[in-house]
DNA sequence: TACTGTTTGTGAAAACATTCACAGCGTGAG
DNA sequence: CTCACGCTGTGAATGTTTTCACAAACAGTA
């Protein structure tokens, strides 16, 4: 089936993100008995334009028909064997405190792909007990966990002044990407690829430009 | 002082989000004892070219001095003059959930200039609580709270088959900025900015990209 | 004074991302 | 059958962001 390309110039991380969009908006319109969607139909509902959707899915190497456009069973198949690893990523999640908890009760049960498999602290309070479905381990036990659920992606979600500490620990014990809630620039080891969700800078970005819109012309740039 | 240029090319989504960037890494530096910075010195910092961080205080239109560099306070007050509303801007919280109570706790007492001044919920338990110092008010009481303190911007944190619904309720009464948490495109008015935070999307870029760190060469694109 | 070393601000180039626009194709109408 | 239609995939054009590279500024040094 369809054949991820394979020399071709590194898929971009814009690509990337909205690929995972489509998925899941493929996924809501496959729920309502959809059985073809065009791409004018997908740009529609994922909030940009027709051509970016197909230039999009050519990284994806699934072919759609003129006619009745691209099947949404085969899509979904496609995009996942172009994004997700073959049987599933186990993930960790360092720093069970208010977000911590909220993550974990969000991802837990979801997707079967990505499911966190394991969580760490150090506060003695927390450290083996089951916290929404998952066990909290000591960071001592860290390094054998790791290893042995061989994890290789992790969310930091504790306080700022701990967070490279942790970062650096888990680089060493073979995490190869991380998702980092923590106010930090991370420096890690460069096949460690790192994604901040920076909530102070994303409410600053909103209130600039919803600034803008009220006080000069309109619109989201 | 800083005189923000006026008739300049609408500053870019990316400047202002590491304009609000260099402000955190700067208050640091200013905490440590920082009286000057030059660009190379943020750059390390902030994980980009000094270049580019010199590219972006174009924007606020404060000048640096070859010798010393940029003077820390002056430069932190002329983001400030950029980003912020004077005088500060409220926030709305609506849906207290499992992530809007995290968020409640990280704002409360936090950044004066953006401060969360009302929550909001549809469910009984919550409303008329304090919940982490913030009133939680009753959905109905939307329009009038919002109005009697000027509400502009909100954080939405319902889940995703009310997230539209409550967008179109905040953008009726004036909010012209929206944070969403909820996986879903809102279509809102085109005076209204919205800035999306999808954690799931963040995870599956992190789960490809570290596999192609592992498997291919190495590095973050 | 003249020279060196360092950094800023910014035009110009390069890299990257999005959109345009059209050939090609299969379908269904006539 | 022939034609017109509407869509895909993609080369080329356009738009945006980042990086390069250098003139100008000036403290320190001798
Ligand atoms: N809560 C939010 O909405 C929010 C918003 C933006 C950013 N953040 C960031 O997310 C991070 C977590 O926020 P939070 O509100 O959950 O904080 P929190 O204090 O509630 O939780 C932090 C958790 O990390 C644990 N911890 C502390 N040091 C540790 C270490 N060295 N190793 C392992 N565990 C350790 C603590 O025991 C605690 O359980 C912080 O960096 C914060 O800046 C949070
Ligand atoms: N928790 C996470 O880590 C996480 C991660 C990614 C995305 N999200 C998204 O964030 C949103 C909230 O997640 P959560 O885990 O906090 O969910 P939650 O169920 O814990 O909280 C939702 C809250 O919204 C309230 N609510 C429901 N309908 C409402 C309405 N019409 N008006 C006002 N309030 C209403 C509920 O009473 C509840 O308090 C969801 O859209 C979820 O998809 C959460």
Do not use: W
Not at 95 to 122: E, H, Q
Request: charged letters at 20%.
């Amino acid at each position: 089936m369809a054949r991820q390309n394979e020399g071709n110039p590194r898929t971009s991380d814009k690509t990337i993100g909205r690929l995972s969009l489509y998925r899941r908006l493929l996924n809501v319109l496959q729920g309502e008995g959809h059985r073809h969607v065009f791409s004018h139909q997908l740009a529609g509902i994922a909030g940009c334009t027709a051509a970016q959707v197909r230039r999009d899915l050519m990284a994806v190497g699934y072919s759609g028909s003129p006619i009745h456009g691209y099947e949404v069973v085969r899509l979904i198949e496609s995009i996942r064997e172009f994004l997700d690893a073959p049987g599933g990523q186990g993930v960790a999640l360092v720093g069970v405190g208010n977000l911590g908890k909220a993550i974990l009760a969000y991802f837990t049960g979801r997707r079967p792909n990505l499911r966190i498999v394991a969580a760490f602290d150090n506060d003695a309070h927390k450290v083996n007990r089951v916290i929404h479905g998952c066990h909290c381990h000591a960071m001592a036990d860290l390094p054998q966990v790791v290893k042995k659920l061989g994890i290789r992606l992790a969310i930091i979600t504790v306080p700022a002044n701990a967070a490279q500490e942790v970062a650096e620990g888990l680089s060493r014990v073979g995490v190869r990407g991380l998702l980092n809630f923590a106010p930090v620039r991370l420096r890690v080891p460069p096949n460690v690829y790192v994604e901040d969700i920076d909530m102070t800078m994303s409410l600053e970005k909103v209130a600039y430009f919803a600034r803008l819109a009220g006080a000069e012309k309109e619109g989201k740039p």
